[in-house]
C-alpha cells in the first residue's frame, strides 16, 4: 500500500469506523499482475538455467530448493493441476519458442490456445479450484 492510500485510510478512521473493502475487479486485476510478473520472472529464471547448462554450468543443485519452494506456492494457489500446466508451458517455451500450444479441457472438451502468459493466466483462472 503507498503512503497515500495510508494517508487517506488514516484521515477516513477520524471520522469514525469505516470499512473500506477492495472491489472483486481490482482484486482480479491485481492477481492477474502478480502472475504474469511470476510467470516472466520464472521463465526467465528458466532461460538462464539452460544458458548455464549450455555452458557446462549445473544449476541444478542450487535451485532444486527454490523450485521446489515455488512449486507448492503455486500449487496452494492455483492448485496442483494448474502447476504442472504452468511449469510445462514455461519448460516448453524454451525449448520451443514460439510455438503454439494448446490445452484440452477433458471435462468439457474444449481445446484453449496458450501461446501468451495472458492466455496461460485465463487458462488457470478457469481451472482454479475454488474459483
Known amino acids: 500500500m503507498n ?11 477520524d471520522f ?3 470499512t473500506i473493502k477492495e ?3 481490482s482484486i482480479e486485476k491485481k492477481q492477474k499482475e502478480e502472475f504474469l510478473t511470476m510467470v516472466g520472472d520464472l521463465e526467465i529464471s528458466l532461460d538462464n538455467s539452460e544458458r548455464l547448462m549450455e555452458l ?4 541444478i543443485m ?13 500449487s496452494q494457489t492455483y492448485g496442483p493441476g494448474n502447476t504442472l500446466v504452468i511449469f510445462w ?8 519458442p514460439g ?4 490445452l484440452k479441457d477433458y471435462e468439457t472438451e474444449k481445446v484453449h490456445n496458450v ?3 495472458t492466455q496461460l493466466w485465463n487458462y488457470v483462472k478457469k481451472n482454479r479450484p475454488n474459483a
Open 89 to 96: 508451458w514455461l519448460k516448453s517455451r524454451i525449448e520451443e
Open 115 to 117: 501461446t501468451t502468459p
Open 3 to 13: 503512503i497515500e492510500k495510508k494517508e487517506i485510510i488514516h484521515n477516513l478512521n
Open 23 to 25: 472491489s472483486p475487479k
Open 56 to 59: 557446462g554450468i549445473d544449476p
Open 62 to 74: 542450487y535451485e532444486d530448493t527454490f523450485y521446489k519452494i515455488i512449486e507448492n506456492l503455486m
Open 99 to 102: 510455438k503454439k500450444y494448446k
Open 16 to 18: 469514525g469506523k469505516i
